[in-house]
């Protein structure tokens, strides 16, 4: 259970999908990928700088990711009262990023269906919004 909690003051930091050609090891096809950028940076240096300005008492951090071990071992030195959760996407775990945070959760394939919004939103005067039918 991952809990209640009020989330003030939410900044969610948009990184960037790179596009990438890569070469099937089966068929030997030229295909196009996405891979994300500088997110794990992006979220070390956001966690210590709202650490150094105060701005949270407990953060909570959606990675599976161990390249975010040093941020936290760092917050957690310099800031020992901070709390630090990690909530895993599913089927993602990392035991190192366990053994560092205060407290961790999975985040199940329920919680995501959950958390949707409807297929179909109405905003009135004629306006919807409507799931696009490959994200069903």
């Excluded at 993602?92 to 999975?106: E, G, H, M, P, T």
Aim: glycine content about 2%; overall charge positive.
């Amino acid at each position: 259970m991952l809990g209640h909690y009020v989330l003030l003051g939410v900044k969610p930091v948009i990184s960037e999908f790179k596009r990438k050609s890569r070469k099937c090891k089966v068929c030997n096809k030229i295909y196009n990928a996405y891979e994300e950028k500088q997110t794990d940076v992006q979220i070390a240096i956001n966690l210590f700088k709202e650490s150094i300005n105060d701005s949270y008492d407990k953060a909570m951090i959606v990675t599976g990711d161990s390249d975010l071990i040093p941020a936290i071992e760092t917050v957690k030195e310099k800031f020992p009262m901070k709390e630090i959760k990690v909530l895993f996407p599913p089927l993602r775990v990392s035991i190192s990023l366990k053994q560092v945070a205060d407290s961790y959760a999975k985040i199940r394939p329920s919680h995501l269906i959950a958390s949707q919004f409807p297929d179909e939103i109405d905003l009135g005067d004629d306006v919807k919004i409507v799931k696009p039918q490959e994200w069903v």
